[in-house]
């Protein structure tokens, strides 16, 4: 399988992760992409030109990256990034809120690469931060346990925290010490996490 993705990706990363968990990086290739170059076919593999990409042995590609970690749980036998019983829609949730807190640092970043500087609007990039800012709130005072097996929740927690360290400069840390002894505790007991550190 093939992976279409980018180093600083927090997307890509999250499949990376699951993947290393999952004991399946041996079987995929990661082939960096740039969703910005017409001219890059991750515009034929995925129609909205969004990363991350996979594609299978068949040919065929699925994205984005909550259908990809579903993909991959299957192929490992299913049930283990996506528990089973009670457990099951709060990792979906947590998923859920981690993914929309990095759309919303996404969103940010791209408003001062792809804008000049006099037409970027500070009260959109200021609503996107006010939407991560809430979610760390009520993720250090809900700090999920993480579980022996870690699930998509606690991937893209993960992802989240990295992300935030990498573009944000870690500024998050100073006001959630649960959160970063959830991360620490996370990296310790969790493959991957140093191998997909992202980078430009």
């Not at 859920?96 to 970043?109: F, H, K, R, T, Y």
């Not at 500070?122 to 022996?148: C, F, H, I």
Request: proline share 6%; hydrophobic share 40%; glycine share 8%.
């Amino acid at each position: 399988m093939i992976l279409r993705s980018a180093p600083a990706s927090p997307f890509g990363r999250k499949c990376m992760l699951s993947a290393h968990i999952l004991g399946l990086m041996d079987k995929i290739e990661i082939n960096r992409a740039n969703p910005t170059d017409p001219e890059d076919s991750i515009r034929e593999e995925n129609p909205l030109g969004k990363i991350p990409a996979l594609i299978l042995d068949d040919g065929a590609t699925i994205y984005d990256s909550r259908v990809i970690c579903e993909y991959l749980d299957s192929l490992a036998g299913g049930g283990k990034l996506f528990p089973d019983g009670d457990a099951h829609w709060p990792a979906l949730t947590l998923q859920a809120l981690g993914d929309g807190m990095l759309d919303a640092s996404i969103l940010q970043v791209y408003e001062k690469r792809f804008r000049p500087e006099k037409t970027r609007d500070q009260n959109w990039v200021d609503y996107q931060n006010e939407k991560v800012q809430r979610g760390l709130s009520w993720l250090e005072t809900n700090t999920p346990q993480m579980s022996a097996q870690p699930h998509i929740g606690d991937i893209t927690l993960a992802c989240v925290l990295g992300y935030l360290d990498f573009r944000f400069d870690g500024a998050w840390r100073g006001a959630h010490p649960n959160l970063v002894a959830w991360l620490e505790g996370y990296v310790s007991a969790t493959a991957g996490f140093e191998e997909t550190k992202p980078h430009d």
